[in-house]
């Protein structure tokens, strides 16, 4: 059974930066696959980036070259850090693991079984 619990969300102008970090316990290294989700009121919760085992990173579009997704398997922690925010990147963060699935982005919501309970970024203009 694996347990998330996320932290470092906030309130941030335009053009600022932000590190999210989720802590991760009962894991196994290897096999795994971790990412980033979020959503906004009334909105389908959207990848934002993965990871697996290996270090292999997918991220949507719109964050591509602005969010780094990354993981300190000695602390047991996954983080996502934000550069360059925007207004449109508010909403609920999530993480989310699971074992052996297509780790893309593109995969969805639905291909992981273990969630945190959120941490929220808002961005103002």
């Known amino acids: 059974q694996i347990r998330l619990v996320e932290s470092g969300g906030a309130s941030v102008q335009a053009g600022g930066s932000l590190r999210l970090s989720c802590a991760a316990t009962g894991y196994r290294h290897n096999s795994h696959c971790f990412g980033w989700f979020r959503q906004e009121p009334g909105k389908e919760r959207e990848g934002v980036a993965t990871?697996?085992?290996?270090?292999?990173?997918t991220y949507r579009d719109s964050v591509r070259g602005r969010f780094t997704i990354s993981i300190d398997n000695a602390r047991n922690t996954l983080y996502l850090k934000m550069d360059n925010l925007t207004p449109e990147d508010t909403a609920m963060y999530y993480c989310?693991?699971?074992?052996?699935?297509?780790?893309?982005?593109?995969?969805?919501?639905?291909?992981?079984?273990?969630w945190g309970q959120g941490t929220q970024v808002t961005v103002s203009s």
């Open positions: 990871i697996n085992s290996d270090g292999y990173t």
């Open positions: 989310a693991a699971d074992y052996q699935i297509r780790c893309l982005v593109t995969a969805g919501p639905t291909a992981f079984s273990y």
